[in-house]
């Protein structure tokens, strides 16, 4: 899953980048309204963080812009501790959650989780696909009840391609899904992650759909 962070606070934004990533999540981080409205509005990803005191733009007008402009990946939104007008302005302008600053960070890991599992049509955190599932809180996956070992790649491909089961997913949306935007991609590294896959998890359940991608299905 790809995650934008907007946070002009250079501490906070690094310790965000660092955990997220830690988590399996490709992070590009913004340190300014300007950067994180193009970004936002570039870049497909699955949910946002953003900081409303932001330098250039502020951040309501940020979230604004993009929902004006039809973009509606979920949005979490950091307000100053105890501004509930920021609140309400902000899921008016339409935030879909707010933390106040100074937050948990298990807090917002599980908040995050749960915007990109209703974003994406699922209510459990564990994700079942046949024989597989996935916790989307522990980075746990099982094939018929027993642990299976995927490296940070592996698991980053199965996730996306776990939330969105029965639909066909090309090997671009993968690639813009499970890297960064200043990482070097490369979509034949995609092909070679889904193969470990397959060997992994069992042939039948990553299908190749000729000319479009891959699907997820049930075997
Ligand atoms: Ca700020």
Not at 102 to 121: D, Q, S, T, V, Y
Not at 168 to 180: F, G, Q
Request: hydrophobic fraction near 40%.
């Amino acid at each position: 899953m790809r995650v934008l962070v907007v946070e002009d606070a250079p501490d906070l934004g690094e310790q965000l980048r660092q955990r997220l990533s830690a988590e399996a999540y490709a992070v590009d981080l913004a340190r300014d309204g300007e950067e994180g409205r193009f970004l936002g509005e570039t870049e497909p990803y699955d949910v946002i963080v953003l900081d409303l005191g932001l330098p250039r733009i502020d951040g309501l007008s940020v979230l604004r812009h993009w929902r004006a402009k039809g973009i509606d990946v979920p949005v979490l939104i950091l307000t100053a501790r105890a501004a509930w007008h920021e609140k309400v302005q902000g899921i008016d302008a339409g935030a879909d959650d707010y933390l106040a600053k100074p937050f948990n960070m298990e807090e917002l890991l599980a908040r995050l989780r749960a915007l990109i599992r209703r974003a994406k049509g699922h209510a459990s955190a564990v994700i079942t696909c046949g024989p597989v599932a996935l916790d989307t809180r522990s980075g746990r996956v099982t094939l018929n009840g027993e642990v299976v070992d995927l490296t940070a790649y592996e698991y980053k491909v199965l996730d996306y391609l776990m939330h969105r089961q029965g639909q066909v997913v090309s090997r671009a949306e993968l690639t813009e899904h499970v890297y960064a935007q200043d990482f070097d991609r490369d979509s034949n590294t995609i092909e070679v992650f889904v193969g470990r896959l397959r060997r992994k998890l069992g042939n039948g359940l990553i299908g190749t759909v000729r000319g479009l991608g891959y699907r997820l299905e049930t075997p």
